[in-house]
């Protein structure tokens, strides 16, 4: 999702300027005319859309610094870039001291506006991506972590929030990928507990002859190869909570022992002759139906009982599709942040493709395949031919891969542009509202041609193709690079 630049400028000329170059390079833009408008916008739902200010120092009634002043107030975090007539270093020493992340002297370049913009949001990603991972490292996570607001996710916070509240055993079942130790540690970081040690143990991944030992610990040569005492999982997880993932996969004996940890509160290390205290939570987690399991006498039924007293089943993602745009978009700032790369987004018709997909792999399986797109990715947007593994769904969708958009450009800079869409009509070939089959098409599609056929109609003169329409400039731009069509200088 394209971010939001909200330009603070009294001068109508300066703001439309700003605007077209923000929108050029694919920013949506809101605009105020003066400060109290902008700390208006700001302290509105609006403005939490709002992702960096451009803000013009020298304005009547309320100066750049005042504005600074009082956002900061209520706003510590947002960027704000400012723009000033005179370059004085006073000036400039004092906006950075009421709190601006960077300045410029008018007039700037374009690309000047934009380096400065695409910096201030790296910025940005980076102190939101260095915060999550020390939540994560400080066992601190939260549900604010878990991303996506869909029904169906919705429910299952709204149960783990409750659970977190009190100390119940919690089985939480899904398909892998789902985000069960997600769940978790958001369980463990809204509790009591957070902070304390979280301790993960993969139930499937141990060898059968070693699972008491690593689970309860041992007495040193307590069996051959016992050279010193070891500790186990449930007491290095003391204080804290412990994440049995694939609890299924747990030999009959240690269930047995299990079972005995959560009626005693104790564990027996192997070898040892007294059992040893432990206070640690248990969330358990499974992609298997463990009441089956107990149909077929591999899992014990009275451990069933005890680990499920609050189930939660995170659902697939396929039943989620709502939460996938907002996902993609946090898994973009992740990987721009890792890679240093400066991808924006996804094309409209690329995520409508890859909303559609089953995702059997679920929420692992699309951050992978973002993270590949992100690494690929030679444009400022991600498309078709970044997802090499989806060629066939974007091939059936009739979506083209193609160059990356190049820089709009417009009558004021004296440059014509063109513009190319996969469907544009041809003059003779007037839009047609309906299919081949005689259905209606969507508004969508009518609207995408009828922007592209006034595009190549008005020779990319775009205040007039906006006139024709019926439409302001912000709004067309927006559209051009919603929709995908692709624009291009001509020749
Ligand atoms: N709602 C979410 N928001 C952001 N990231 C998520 C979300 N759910 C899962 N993830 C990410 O997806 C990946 C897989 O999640 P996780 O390991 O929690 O799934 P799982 O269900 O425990 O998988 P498995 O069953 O294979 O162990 C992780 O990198 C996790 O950070």
């Not at 000047?112 to 910025?123: D, E, G, H, K, T």
């Not at 079942?173 to 009591?192: D, H, L, P, V």
């Not at 059968?208 to 610990?217: A, K, Y």
């Not at 890859?354 to 395949?369: F, H, S, V």
């Amino acid at each position: 999702m394209a971010k939001t630049v909200l330009i603070v400028d009294d001068d109508p000329t300066q703001r439309r300027l700003m605007q077209a170059v923000c929108e050029r390079a694919g920013y949506f833009v809101m605009q105020a005319e003066d400060g109290e408008k902008a700390i208006e916008i700001m302290r509105t739902d609006a403005g939490r859309g709002v992702s960096v200010m451009l803000l013009d120092l020298t304005m009547p009634k309320m100066g750049g610094i005042e504005v600074l002043e009082d956002l900061r107030k209520f706003n510590v975090d947002l960027p704000v870039i400012v723009l000033t007539a005179q370059g004085g270093v006073d000036t400039v020493v004092k906006a950075m001291q009421a709190g601006a992340n960077d300045f410029f002297v008018k007039p700037a370049s374009p690309e000047r506006v934009i380096v400065s913009i695409n910096n201030a949001l790296n910025v940005t990603t980076l102190k939101g991506e260095v915060s999550r991972l020390k939540r994560k490292a400080e066992n601190a996570m939260g549900f604010s972590d878990v991303i996506g607001g869909s029904g169906a996710l919705s429910a299952c916070i709204r149960m783990g929030e409750r659970a977190a509240a009190s100390g119940i055993p919690i089985l939480i079942t899904g398909e892998s990928g789902t985000g069960k130790e997600m769940f978790a540690r958001a369980i463990e970081g809204s509790s009591e507990r957070s902070g304390k040690p979280f301790v993960t143990v993969n139930c499937g991944a141990i060898p059968d002859n070693l699972v008491e030992s690593i689970l309860f610990g041992h007495e040193k040569g307590a069996f051959t190869g016992a050279v010193g005492k070891h500790a186990g999982k449930f007491q290095e997880a003391n204080g804290g909570t412990i994440f049995l993932d694939e609890v299924g996969e747990l030999p009959l004996e240690a269930q047995v022992k299990l079972l005995r940890v959560l009626q005693e509160g104790e564990v027996d290390p192997v070898g040892a002759k007294r059992p040893v205290k432990v206070d640690v939570r248990v969330i358990s987690a499974t992609n298997r139906n463990l009441a089956e399991e107990v149909k077929a006498g591999t899992f014990r039924e009275d451990l069933y009982y005890r680990l499920n007293v609050f189930p939660i089943e995170v659902p697939p993602l396929r039943e989620r599709r709502d939460d996938i745009p907002a996902l993609i978009d946090h898994f973009i700032g992740r990987y721009n942040a890792e890679e240093s790369r400066d991808v924006q987004g996804v094309r409209h018709e690329v995520l409508e493709v890859l909303c559609a997909q089953d995702w059997p792999g679920n929420i692992r399986q699309l951050e992978n395949t973002i993270f590949r797109a992100v690494v690929l990715c030679e444009g400022a947007w991600l498309s078709a031919d970044d997802f090499p593994t989806l060629t066939a769904a974007f091939e059936a969708a009739g979506v083209a891969g193609g160059p990356p958009l190049a820089e709009e450009t417009d009558e004021a800079d004296g440059m014509p542009i063109e513009s190319i869409a996969a469907t544009t009509p041809s003059r003779d070939d007037p839009i047609s509202v309906l299919d081949r089959e005689g259905h209606l098409r969507s508004l969508y599609d009518i609207e995408r041609d009828l922007i592209a056929t006034a595009i190549e109609m008005y020779n990319g003169q775009m205040s007039e193709v906006a006139r024709r329409l019926g439409i302001g400039r912000s709004t067309l731009y927006r559209k051009v690079q919603e929709q995908g069509i692709e624009v291009r200088r001509a020749s």
